[in-house]
């Protein structure tokens, strides 16, 4: 995480230039692991600075995607149904993907509580997913967990399912 660090600093500081801004923290989500370990567990705080992160320098923000990544979120259907998976403690975050059967492994892989989850929100606005990445072969699509949440699940498409 201490490529994070240092780009935290900077951003801090106000010392990255727009136009580099994205790409390089491209190159810090995909070399960061547990965001949330990293503030402790905080979430309050993870997602406030990450939605910090997210936020600045819109009109560069396709930098943080490839051309071809760019095409798929740009082709992507007015409404998709994403998913995620892990646990109750982290059923909201910001990766998320299109494909079931990927969140379940997650979810089967990281649920240290021994009560893996999945949550799928259907007929998500994909104006709502802040990016789509590739990696390994799966989707990977970053998304403000504020949008998908417990709170909007009795008004959203949002359900959550207990994996055995």
Known sequence: MEEFDKFKKDFYRDSIAPEDYWPRWRSVWDNSHQFTAYF????????????NFFSQHLKFRSFFMTGSENNKLNSLQNQVDIFRGGQ??????????????HAEHFARSGATDDRPLITIARNLPSSAILAYLEKDGFS?????????TIETASFGGIEFERLY
């Open 140 to 148: 990977e699509l970053i998304v403000d967990p504020l949008t998908v």
């Open 40 to 51: 402790d567990g905080d979430l309050e705080i993870c997602n406030e600075v990450l939605g």
């Open 88 to 101: 109750q403690a982290n059923i909201a975050g910001w990766s998320w993907t299109l494909d079931r059967d």
